[in-house]
């Protein structure tokens, strides 16, 4: 990967690499999982240190190795033992649960969990004996032979009884290249005395196999990865209306009869409600929002958003903002921490920080909250029904009473009680108007 960071902890749509590979293992209820890990891997540790169980391989001494430093550590329930990669993000629990149920079903010591390819590259091929089961395997880096014709590979995840693995692990033999190949255990098991076939292949379609060894191979399994998940989505009632142009992380929640415009990012534990139109061009990330909204080309970051809402084009709800049920939110406007009541409007630029506003308020174009000093930052209260007219400065910490307002330009020093009305640079009470009856 040429990359400071483990291979298995590289981002896939939202998770870590190995992320998708352990939900896969507990999907398909494993009942113990241990994690191999080594000194190029030590950032796992505080990742997985209380969810799964952890095996030290101090030398990268191959797969054999791996699966060796790891058995010790298995329960004494524990009858079959399935072996998955870490750098394998596409494998999904279904397909390990059916690799597991063959095995139990069909009695062998080993099933192989094996895809068709054209050309087989730099996968492992397998040797078939004359009645045509397998009888061994050969890696691709050391295969000197023309094998082109044969297209079933091993993609290295398996399933082995425990009992015949941890009596046989030890006689690996040490590659040219100074490794335990765990392929070795395959010719062993297929020479060996046993009731039924010992060496099983389980089929399966050739993408959950693809491992990830460079950048190129992560950007085609995150696109894999990305079409199942748009698929999964419109299956369950919602629009997507350019696929190819949308990004939809893993955990994301989407309510049915949403749709999605072209260009939109959905990351992290987002949830969108039903009913709602996201895009063109939306970021929503690790944000959640109600039934019935409209976000359109804007950023949201850690926001939560009530029923009925209209955000944008181009606002930004930076983490912390709260947005009432029915609020409107307009082009380039800004909410950061700050809570806006229902029903209330923001249409135009400005930016709101630190702050609580109430119901029915009603923020003019160029409304500034002024929430940082310079050292720290400060609340400003807004009450219910409050006008703030264009390019008023709230200087916070600040309240204004409910009903009350400020005139275009002014500048507010000091809290405005309910009702009153403050104009001016800095602001001071002015008189309301008296109505005159006509409505």
């Known amino acids: 990967m040429r990359s400071s960071l483990p291979k298995v902890l590289h981002p896939i749509a939202g998770l870590p690499m190995i992320d998708h590979v352990v939900r896969a293992a507990q ?15 030590e950032a796992l540790r505080s990742r997985y240190d209380s969810t799964v169980e952890l095996a030290w391989q101090p030398e990268p001494l191959g797969t054999g190795d791996a699966v060796a430093v790891a058995l010790p550590l298995l329960g004494p329930h524990i009858e079959w033992v399935l072996v998955i990669y870490g750098d394998h993000p596409l494998i999904d629990s279904s397909t390990l649960a059916n690799l597991m149920s063959r095995a139990i079903a069909e009695g062998p010591i080993l099933a192989l969990l094996t895809f068709d390819l054209a050309d087989p590259g730099p996968y492992g091929r397998f040797r ?3 009645d045509g089961r397998i009888i061994g395997t050969v890696e691709a880096v050391d295969d000197t032979s023309d094998r082109q ?14 009992d015949w ?3 046989h692990i030890g006689r690996l033999p040490l590659s040219p290249k100074g490794e335990y190949y765990l392929t070795g255990l395959v010719e062993m098991a297929a020479a060996s005395r046993w009731p039924v076939n010992p060496v099983i292949a389980v089929p399966a379609p050739v993408e959950l196999a693809l491992g990830v060894n460079d950048r190129a191979e992560l950007a085609e399994a995150e696109r894999l990865l990305r079409e199942r998940i748009n698929r ?10 350019d696929p190819a142009s949308t990004f939809i992380d893993v955990d994301v929640e989407i309510g049915n009869d949403t749709r999605i415009e072209p260009g939109c ?10 009913g709602c139109v996201i895009g063109p061009g939306s970021v929503i990330e690790d944000s959640i929002i109600g039934d019935d909204c409209r976000v359109m080309s ?12 209209t955000i944008g084009p181009y606002a930004h709800l930076r983490p912390g903002a709260i947005v009432g049920t029915g609020a409107r939110i307009g082009n380039f406007a800004e909410i950061k921490n700050a809570t806006l009541g229902s029903q209330s409007h923001m249409h135009h630029f400005g930016y709101v920080g630190d702050a609580h506003v109430g119901a029915r308020v009603n923020i003019g174009a160029g409304v500034v909250v002024c929430n940082y000093d310079g050292r720290e930052k400060h609340h400003t209260e807004i009450g219910d029904d409050v006008f703030v007219g264009s390019d ?3 200087i916070a910490p600040v309240a204004l009473g409910a009903g009350s307002s400020t005139g275009a330009g002014s500048v507010v020093t000091r809290s405005v009680a309910p009702g009153a009305a403050v104009r001016g640079v800095p602001a001071r009470v002015v008189p309301r108007p008296e109505s005159d009856g006509s409505g």
């Open 265 to 274: 990012m959905l990351r992290g534990s987002t949830g969108v409600g039903s």
């Open 165 to 167: 693995l941890e009596g």
């Open 392 to 394: 008023t400065l709230l």
């Open 149 to 162: 014709a044969v297209t079933t590979v091993n993609s290295g995840m398996c399933a082995y009884r425990r």
């Open 298 to 309: 804007s950023w949201l970051e850690q926001a939560r958003v009530g029923a009925g809402v």
């Open 27 to 41: 999907g398909a209820n494993a009942a113990q999982i241990i994690l191999t890990i080594g000194p190029t891997s």
């Open 128 to 130: 078939f004996g004359p």
């Open 232 to 241: 999964r989505h419109m299956l369950a009632g919602v629009s997507i209306v």
